[in-house]
T-cell receptor, first 114, second 110 residues
Framework: EAQVTQNPRYLITVTGKKLTVTCSQN?????MSWYRQDPGLGLRQIYYSMNVEVTDKGDVPEGYKVSRKEKRNFPLILESPSPNQTSLYFC?????????????FGPGTRLTVL | QKEVEQDPGPLSVPEGAIVSLNCTYSNSAFQYFMWYRQYSRKGPELLMYTYSSGNKEDGRFTAQVDKSSKYISLFIRDSQPSDSATYLC??????????FGQGTRLTINP
């Protein structure tokens, strides 16, 4: 089954404790992206990757890091989480962003930073 | 001004009603427009995709783009309780990112 998986689905942590949210896709997609979703603000892009070892900032990259060492994986790293990073996070992938390429979203990770 | 604006609702209608969901956008260069549906505790899934102006129909769903007024719409006919979800409009900015509206939470009452 074609899918994007994220782990963990739920996470409660404390300020300053480094964490990683994993994302994996099994569709051999080149493009992957991370979003955060907040009430009243919709989905905002954090980082994206056009291919292995190619990443770039989205609209809200501060406080986040990513890496793309393999095509299927695109982890999101919070080196020193803060309460304003409490949010719902989605990973997405697509073949590209040309024409009618469809973005497939993961199930989401709800992060709470105390 | 946000690039894509969408009334967050919530919107509540009786079963069988015609639902109209709308967004406006600011950049006349946008060409590709999408509607995503997001059920509670799930990720968004692509519902409709349109290019440039015009209408696109898929079953009970119709997506409409009016580039002259920078207005995009999604119509749902014969709405069902299973249509209850958050609907997000989106557009492509260049070849590298999607820009989303805030999402409209829709409830269809049996």
């Amino acid at each position: 089954e074609a899918q994007v998986t994220q782990n963990p689905r739920y996470l409660i942590t404390v300020t300053g404790k480094k964490l990683t949210v994993t994302c994996s896709q099994n569709m051999n997609h080149e493009y992957m992206s991370w979003y955060r979703q907040d009430p009243g603000l919709g989905l905002r892009q954090i980082y994206y990757s056009m291919n292995v070892e190619v990443t770039d900032k989205g609209d809200v990259p501060e406080g986040y890091k990513v890496s793309r060492k393999e095509k299927r994986n695109f982890p999101l790293i919070l080196e020193s989480p803060s309460p304003n990073q409490t949010s719902l996070y989605f990973c997405a992938s697509s073949e590209g962003l040309a024409g009618e390429d469809t973005q497939y979203f993961g199930p989401g990770t709800r992060l709470t930073v105390l | 001004q946000k690039e894509v604006e969408q009334d967050p609702g919530p919107l509540s209608v009786p079963e069988g009603a015609i639902v109209s969901l709308n967004c406006t956008y600011s950049n006349s260069a946008f060409q590709y427009f999408m509607w995503y549906r997001q059920y509670s505790r799930k990720g968004p899934e692509l519902l409709m995709y349109t290019y440039s102006s015009g209408n696109k129909e898929d079953g009970r769903f119709t997506a409409q783009v009016d580039k002259s007024s920078k207005y995009i719409s999604l119509f749902i006919r014969d709405s069902q309780p299973s249509d209850s979800a958050t609907y997000l409009c989106a557009t492509k900015e260049g070849a590298q990112k999607l820009v989303f509206g805030q999402g409209t939470r829709l409830t269809i009452n049996p």
